[in-house]
């Protein structure tokens, strides 16, 4: 069956180190996928998406990488601050281009002390 | 703030109630979707709306009933719901079609509670 797993343990880091969070997944060939931040009682906000010809996409603190061999995405905050702290979502499109689809995984939560 | 408004932010029903959920966006998007999410579980897909008609149901029971009147709302009836209904329901909207990315951009949700 078709499945994306996150790590389901809360991640507890302290500020200034580098998080990383993992993103599995079976039986799928997304054409991308997206990362996405939520925190408590509000919707996800998009952050960042990788194509599956690109290896690594960067944008400020944030780094994904993309394995498709592996089945993996790993999403890495360097420098990592107490306002990092959310749930972090990643999500694919098991069809390309079917309406728009996206099939989401149940969420890493990241905490950062100071 | 994402460009996609949902009301009521908050909504306590009985069993034997109707209400509607309400979203709107101001992004020009052409696909619009309801998610649900519950604690603990990922968001699970409900609707999906292109170009105003829809093109996915998630085998979502019938006490859910979806309406899009045009590109920019969304509504979510709602009768005789169950307690395990409760949740936060999400609406999304995003520009799909071919070589576009799909990003999501997701309203504030409404915290539903069924008694």
């Known amino acids: 069956s078709q499945k994306i797993e996150q790590n389901s343990e809360a991640l507890n880091i302290q500020e200034g180190k580098t998080a990383t969070l993992t993103c599995n997944y079976t039986n799928y060939s997304p054409a991308y996928l997206q990362w996405y931040r939520q925190d408590p009682g509000r919707g996800p906000v998009f952050l960042l998406l990788i194509r599956e010809n690109e290896k690594e996409k960067r944008k400020e603190r944030l780094k994904v990488t993309f394995d498709t061999t592996l089945k993996q995405s790993l999403f890495h905050i360097t420098a990592s601050q107490p306002a990092d702290s959310a749930t972090y979502l990643c999500a694919l499109e098991p069809v390309y281009n079917q309406g728009g689809k996206l099939i989401f995984g149940q969420g890493t939560e990241l905490s950062v002390k100071p | 703030e994402t460009g996609v408004t949902q009301t009521p932010r908050h909504l306590v029903m009985g069993m034997t109630n109707k209400k509607s959920l309400k979203c709107e966006q101001h992004?020009?998007?052409?696909?619009m979707y309801w998610y649900k999410q519950s604690a603990k579980k990922p968001l699970e897909l409900m609707f999906v709306?292109?170009?105003?008609?829809?093109?996915e149901n998630n085998s979502v029971p019938s006490r859910f009933s979806p309406e899009c009147p045009n590109s920019s709302h969304l509504f979510l009836h709602l009768h005789t719901l169950q307690p395990e209904d409760s949740a936060l329901y999400l609406c999304?909207?995003?520009?799909?079609?071919?070589?576009?990315?799909?990003?999501?951009?997701f309203g504030p949700g409404t915290r539903l509670t069924v008694l």
């Open positions: 992004l020009g998007h052409n696909a």
């Open positions: 709306y292109s170009l105003e008609e829809r093109v």
């Open positions: 999304a909207s995003s520009q799909a079609g071919t070589g576009l990315d799909n990003e999501q951009f």
